[in-house]
């Protein structure tokens, strides 16, 4: 299956991730490439087969009700490129 | 005379506990190893007063006696661990400055036993590659090189710093991760020895997740004893994760002497590959042979779809990794690209994403994203997860009819040059990852364990799988292995 | 189990130029789960905490985070469903909902589209009495909550608050089953009633416990065909929810007999316009990639654990309004004020246990209700005790005190507190019975008033003034009845 360099856009738009239109090409290619060597598992049979949700079964573990963590801002945002009056920061949005 | 550094875990235990040196000294000796081995390029941070505080207290523990096998080992840590206040980026540009308020519970276990962390080792960034090249760092390199030839190798990857650092003597024993074949590959690279746990074996809270599904850590030693000792430390349940397993941790050091006699083992004929080099073919017939001498029935078995494990594993795995990475947006931590007048948040998070993933990781968010995009969902990741079932299926099938463990080759080939593989096409690559991923997509352990040189004078390396959480017997093999081979050669020592 | 009859209210209709348009409406309900702590992390989920304090390295998505699941919000999640009428699925799993925005840290939203906890279920909503649309919940599933992105801190910046991020949600999705704004708000709050019932949601839409996307399609009158719809978003008041969701079909039903389409997306309603308008954040089309998280297992729980939440889960309103018509023989508009909240059922229970129940709704409704609205009180703060009440209206029954001074005595309780027979007691406050005394009180104003004697026998209806008289100098403490008899004995009428 062929990735046309539309398509490669659209999904690096969807990953957020930015291409240059130069680099669609290639890229494209690249992924053509991929999807290409993926394209043996069109060979395998997997009617009536589910598919694997937990490949170690095991019961879900559950917590209880509990306040455990949190209350400390200043460690929350010790690593932030910008923060102020104890928010993130980031370019306005626009809802 | 040996130096301190080059010991193994289980020498140095018993030379910590017979008093015959120090944990201050052993880690010194290390940390000078280090010092001496930047061109090898392994360590992107080092610890070297943390090291030495961590020595000083495994020397208190060590003389009132109670002490751990672990207390007093210098050990280095693959990137991708969370380490509390100690830079910690996953080899990426994006988590740049990153340093953790908390500690992965895999290295807070090694902590508490009162192993030494010498440092941050190299890998490729975000666990995604087999070649330790796509590094913020650079490229880390094999101490192992071809005879006659001094262009430098690639330790494998993406544990590749864990495994040279092992092999090149800067540390006793490293922590990797295994998402389809990342501590085994460079093991068989370097002449050491890498454990790909059962899953659900070793917690994964607060490791840098690639494909949550798949990723394991995972000790790389010098010896199977050690890896076993390592094994143990890392090993158990932990609540914070919700995909650990409640099992109990057995010694696994006391397995290794069992031997193999009137074990069967298995050969899964569908790991022939067609143009599989001739010497990777005698290298497994072997060990084949070593394990038939010590007892063991050996026997041929079929796993129909191994087949499709590459495949699908280059479908899931992307397909984890590209939701997983969605977290790295320049908001809360890490790199934030500068943006010009009158931009918003979504050329925030594309410059950013942009300039702080390298080519791979792009590539594998991008494809990632494309598979589970609206209208492929079905055809390639659902797919994919159904191929899983069926090839975890055919390993259940084969336990069950009283097969203990398999041996197959550990990797294609020996260790490549740096930069000649998968240049123009990606897939290349990937294809290293070939005789261990099904372990990865079965959940089931994984050992690699040195067995030979090739024609060149590099390390090659042969795999033991194991049954779900019996990583005890397959040490047990992978101990007949090694006592068999008798490997012990060592990279000569020319980056000092 | 009670069933009442009802009959179907009639769709709102909107009338166009050729031809009338009805207005076809589901409601995607989040309900904030009441935990303390959140889904997946163990950080607070207390309202109005300073910035970012209720969040741990979970919720901000910190590198090699995991999550663990909360097994109070399983149990709010099974006895919501169960409430529901639901039937609740024994496994269930959860899915990544993948997109990007600020409040969003992990670039995803754990929540469940494959596999939903609960399934179809339904909610009987009553337009006015005797009308009643029946609801089907489509299915409930769990969710974590996003952060808040605050915009007019800052003029070139939004700033980022986390926490509510991670907080459960119940995402409680109807089919497009309701016809009218009204019947919207009433359907979000019969489901509000249910789960404070339940307890597993405090339904304060105020701070946005309690929010709604609402999704509106037009088709021409009868019609059986699903219109193309919009969704207005995050809408967390009744009035505003009927105000958008009348302009938003009146704005479709105006494109489409313009020859137009409409065009499905999100839109939000401002309240100050009253108007909606198309979100541009949203604009571009989504595609979440929803795929099972790999950090979770599927959710397991079994048939006897179900069990046991559903013993545990308390009469809901429909069943306990049957019954207090049945029981009680109140009306049924009594009954729905009574049941409104858990707390004032069972207030009104206790006043009603082994009285007159008509009286004791009257009582309850009219006066205690009346005068906590007026303090601007629940039922929780009353300073009058449904045992204090319930001594009142025994008093009254055994005709000690007449219904003037009973209000005097709920008065006095309401304010100093203390035993109303006590009270009536101390205060002499007892009604007169005695024939001899009531015969003297009333001949007495009989002779003082001889011209009224004269009328009152032209015009009997005169005598009600005798009435007012004697109650007047026996300081309301005689019985009326027989203040009334001995007037018209005398007067001979």
Same mark, same amino acid.
Request: glycine share 10%; proline share 7%.
């Given at each position: 299956m062929a990735i046309t360099p539309d398509e490669a856009a659209k999904v690096a738009h969807l990953a957020r991730i930015e291409v240059a239109d130069s680099d669609l090409e290639g890229i494209a290619s690249e992924l053509s490439s991929i999807l290409g060597f993926m394209? #043996?598992?069109? %060979?395998?049979?997997?009617?009536g087969v589910e598919p694997m +949700?937990?490949?170690?079964?095991m019961l879900l573990k559950r917590r209880s009700?509990?306040?455990?963590?949190? &209350?400390?801002s200043v460690k929350v945002l010790s690593n932030a490129p910008e923060n102020r009056q104890g928010f993130f920061v980031v370019p306005k949005v626009v809802e | 005379m040996r130096e301190l550094n080059q010991l193994s875990i289980s020498e140095a235990r018993d030379g910590l506990r017979s008093r015959e040196f120090s944990a201050v000294e052993l880690a010194n000796s290390c940390l000078a190893a280090v010092d001496n081995a930047a %061109?090898? *390029?392994?360590?992107?941070?080092?610890?070297a007063e943390l090291a030495l505080d961590a020595a000083r207290m495994a020397d208190v523990r060590i003389s009132s006696g109670?002490?751990?096998?672990?207390?007093?080992i210098p050990v280095g840590i693959k990137d991708l661990f969370c380490t509390a206040g100690v830079s910690t980026q996953?080899?990426?540009?994006? /988590? #740049?400055g990153f340093k953790p308020e908390y500690e992965s519970t895999v290295t807070a276990r090694l902590t508490d036993a009162g192993a030494t962390m010498l440092g941050k080792l190299n890998m490729d960034e975000f666990a995604m590659? @087999?070649?330790?090249?796509?590094?913020v760092y650079g490229p880390a390199v094999n101490p192992w090189r071809a005879k006659g030839c001094d262009r430098k190798r690639s330790p494998g990857g993406s544990s590749g710093g864990s495994a040279a650092a092992v092999a090149a003597d800067l540390c006793l024993g490293a922590l990797g991760t295994d998402t389809g074949g990342s501590i085994r590959q460079p093991a068989a690279f370097t002449g050491t020895v890498g454990v790909k746990p059962t899953?659900?074996?070793?917690?994964?809270?607060g490791i840098i997740a690639f494909a949550s599904s798949l990723d394991q850590a995972g000790p790389l030693t010098k010896s199977v004893r050690d890896a076993a000792i390592m094994l143990e430390a890392i090993s158990g349940h932990d609540p914070?994760?919700?995909? +650990?397993?409640?099992h109990e941790v057995p010694?696994?050091?006391?397995? /290794? %002497?069992?031997?193999?006699?009137?074990k069967k083992i298995g050969? !899964?004929?569908?790991?022939? /590959?067609?143009?599989?080099?001739s010497e990777i073919e005698t290298l497994w017939s072997d060990g084949a042979k070593m394990l038939r001498s010590q007892g063991a029935e050996i026997v041929d078995v079929s796993l129909p779809h191994t087949k499709y494990a590459l495949p699908a594993y280059y479908v899931i795995a992307p397909a984890e990794a590209s939701s997983n990475l969605a977290?790295?947006?320049?908001?809360?931590?890490g790199y934030r690209a500068r943006l010009r007048d009158g931009e918003g948040i979504v050329e925030l998070y594309k410059r950013t994403r942009a300039e702080g993933f390298g080519q791979e990781v792009k590539r594998r968010v991008m494809i990632g994203t494309y598979v589970l995009s609206q209208g492929f969902y079905e055809a390639y990741y659902r797919r994919a997860q159904k191929v899983r079932s069926l090839i975890k299926r055919d390993f259940e099938k084969i336990f069950a009819e009283g097969v203990e463990a398999l041996l197959t080759?550990?990797?294609?080939? @020996?260790a490549f040059e740096i930069?000649?593989?998968?240049?123009?096409?990606p897939v290349e690559m990937y294809l290293n990852d070939v005789f261990t991923v099904t372990v990865n997509l079965a959940g089931l352990p994984g050992i690699s364990v040195p067995a030979g040189l090739d024609r060149q004078g590099l390390p090659l390396g042969l795999q033991i799988i194991g049954r779900p959480w019996d990583e005890g017997e397959m040490l047990a093999c992978a101990y007949a292995i090694e006592d068999a081979a008798g490997f012990s050669a060592k990279p000569d020592r020319w980056w000092i | 189990m009670h069933r009442m009859n009802f009959r179907e209210p009639e769709p709102k209709t909107i009338a166009g130029a050729r031809g009338d348009w009805e207005m076809v409406i589901g409601l995607e309900v989040h309900a904030q789960v009441? @935990?303390? +702590?959140?889904l997946f992390s163990g950080s607070s989920t207390e309202f109005?905490?300073? !910035?970012?304090?209720?969040?741990d390295f979970v919720d901000a998505a910190m590198p090699g985070m995991l999550p663990v699941i909360n097994e109070f919000c399983v149990e709010q999640a099974v006895r919501t469903g169960l409430g529901l009428k639901a039937k609740i699925n024994l496994r269930s799993e959860f899915d990544r909902k993948n997109y990007f925005y600020p409040d969003l840290p992990q670039g995803y939203q754990i929540s469940q /589209?494959?596999? !939903?906890i609960v399934g179809e279920g339904e909610v009987t909503v009553e337009t006015r009495q005797g009308f009643a649309r029946r609801v089907r919940i489509e299915h409930l599933h769990l969710e974590q909550d996003a952060g808040k992105s605050l915009h007019d801190l800052d003029p070139n910046c939004s700033y980022v608050d986390l *926490?509510?991020?991670?907080v459960a949600l119940m995402e409680i999705v109807s089919y497009p089953d309701i016809r009218s704004p009204e019947e919207a708000a009433a359907y979000i709050l019969k489901l509000r009633q249910i789960l404070r019932f339940l307890g597993?949601?405090?339904?304060n839409m105020q701070n946005g416990n309690l929010r709604a996307d609402v999704n509106v399609s037009v088709r021409p009158k009868g019609s059986s065909n699903l219109g193309i719809r919009c969704e207005i978003k995050n809408m967390n008041s009744t009035k505003f929810i009927q105000q958008a969701i009348d302009y938003e079909a009146r704005r479709q039903v105006a494109i489409l007999e313009d020859g137009g389409k409409v065009v499905q997306e999100t839109r939000l309603y401002d309240a100050s316009s009253g108007t909606t308008r198309s979100m541009r954040s949203k604009e571009e089309a989504h595609d979440?990639?929803?795929? !099972?998280?790999?950090?979770l297992l599927p959710l397991e729980i079994s048939k006897e654990w179900v069990d046991s939440v559903a013993a545990g889960i308390p009469e809901l309103p429909d069943e306990k309004k049957a019954r207090f018509i049945r029981e009680? &023989?109140?009306?049924p508009y009594d009954a729905d004020v009574l049941t409104a909240e858990a707390d004032n059922a069972a207030y009104f229970e206790d006043v009603a246990a082994g009285r007159d129940g008509k009286t004791a709704a009257n009582w309850v409704i009219n006066e205690l209700f009346g005068r906590l609205n007026k303090d601007g009180k629940s039922v929780s703060e009353s300073p009058v005790s449904a045992s204090q009440l319930g001594a009142i209206l025994d008093l009254l029954a055994a005709k000690d005190i007449s219904g003037k001074i009973a209000k005097e005595v709920f008065e006095i309780v309401w304010n100093e507190g203390g035993d109303p027979a006590m009270i009536v007691e101390e205060r002499g406050l007892k009604q007169v019975t005695d024939e001899r005394a009531i015969r003297s009180a009333v001949e007495m104003v009989l002779e003082a008033n001889p011209d009224q004697v004269e009328r009152a026998r032209a015009n009997?209806?005169?005598a009600g003034w005798f009435v007012g008289q004697v109650m007047k100098s026996t300081g309301g403490k005689a019985n009326p009845a027989q203040v009334n008899a001995i007037v018209r004995e005398l007067l001979e009428l």
């Open positions: 394209e #043996q598992l069109n %060979e395998v049979d997997i009617e +949700s937990a490949v170690t079964p009700d509990n306040v455990t963590s949190g &209350g400390d | %061109e090898l *390029n392994l360590f992107c941070e080092t610890t109670d002490a751990p096998s672990m207390c007093g996953a080899a990426s540009k994006i /988590l #740049q590659g @087999s070649s330790t090249e796509h590094s899953y659900g074996r070793c917690s994964r809270w914070k994760d919700s995909t +650990s397993a409640n010694n696994f050091e006391s397995f /290794l %002497e069992r031997g193999v006699a009137g050969i !899964p004929r569908e790991f022939r /590959l067609d143009a599989m080099p977290r790295y947006d320049g908001v809360r931590y080759p550990a990797t294609p080939s @020996s930069g000649s593989v998968g240049k123009s096409d | 009441s @935990s303390k +702590s959140k109005g905490a300073e !910035p970012n304090s209720n969040v /589209l494959y596999h !939903p *926490n509510r991020t991670g597993t949601c405090d339904g979440y990639r929803y795929f !099972p998280c790999p950090d009680f &023989g109140v009306t009997p209806k005169v």
